[in-house]
Nanobody
């Protein structure tokens, strides 16, 4: 059974940092891309970042470039999202999702999703 479990969310002041983790089970990261998405209240889901071990792709949406870093520890089957210089507009529920082989900025390309973890950035 494919399962994704996010952790690491919380409340942080603007300028602070958090590291999100996405622990995968039921499949190997060697063949899959893991994407991070977020959804704020009243807003559409947004693709934040993605990493593919199969073709080496790393993707960031423009608003997080230079602040967020995605990485993968395939031995632990876990993907991380290091978030620095957090802003109030980063407040959202963050989800990780799995897609076979390739990264995509579109959630519809991802077949398995975690339950989400709340990130709240206070001003």
């Amino acid at each position: 059974e494919v399962q994704l479990v996010e952790s690491g969310g919380g409340l942080v002041q603007a300028g602070g940092s958090l590291r999100l983790s996405c622990a995968a089970s039921g499949f190997t990261l060697d063949d899959y891309a893991i994407g991070w998405f977020r959804q704020a209240p009243g807003k559409e889901r947004e693709g934040v970042s993605c990493i593919s071990s199969s073709d080496g792709t790393i993707y960031y949406t423009d608003s997080v470039k230079g602040r967020f870093t995605i990485s993968s520890d395939n031995a632990k089957n876990t993907v991380y999202l290091q978030m620095n210089s957090l802003k109030p507009e980063d407040t959202a529920v963050y989800y990780c999702a799995a897609a076979y082989w390739y990264c995509s900025p579109y959630g519809s390309d991802f077949g398995s999703w975690g339950q989400g973890t709340q990130v709240t950035v206070s001003s």
